[in-house]
C-alpha cells in the first residue's frame, strides 16, 4: 500500500522544521516548483518538486555530495513519501556572502 503524500503546505512545513533541527541554517529558502512539472511522471502521484537554497555553518569543510547526503538523511521518510525531486544548493555562510549574515532562518 502506496503511502499518501501530504499537501503541499504541510510538505513545506516538515521540511522546514527538519532542515532548522539539523541544521540551524541562517537562511533557508524552499520553493515547490511542482505546478512547473504538471503531467510529469512524478506528479501524478502526487509528490512534489521543491528547490531549497540553505545556508548553514553545519556545511564547513564538506563537499556538495556530502552536504546534499546530510540533507537527505535530515528530510528522512519526506524523500520516499513526499518529495519527487529536490533541487539544492547548500552552502557556508562564507560561500553565501560572508558571516555578517544574521538573523532567523526563513
Known amino acids: ?57 553545519a556545511f564547513e569543510g564538506l563537499p556538495a555530495v556530502a552536504r546534499h547526503r546530510r540533507i537527505y538523511t535530515a528530510l528522512g521518510d519526506l524523500m520516499k513519501t513526499d518529495i519527487h525531486a529536490l533541487a539544492i544548493c547548500a552552502q557556508t555562510p562564507a560561500e553565501a556572502g560572508g558571516p555578517a549574515r544574521s538573523g532567523p532562518a526563513g
Open 1 to 57: 500500500m502506496k503511502a499518501e503524500a501530504a499537501p503541499t503546505v504541510d510538505r513545506e512545513q516538515s521540511m522546514r522544521a527538519r532542515l532548522q533541527a539539523a541544521f540551524a541554517p541562517l537562511e533557508l529558502r524552499i520553493v515547490d516548483d511542482s505546478q512547473r512539472h504538471a503531467g510529469h511522471a512524478g506528479a501524478a502521484g502526487g509528490l512534489g518538486h521543491y528547490g531549497i537554497t540553505i545556508v548553514a555553518a
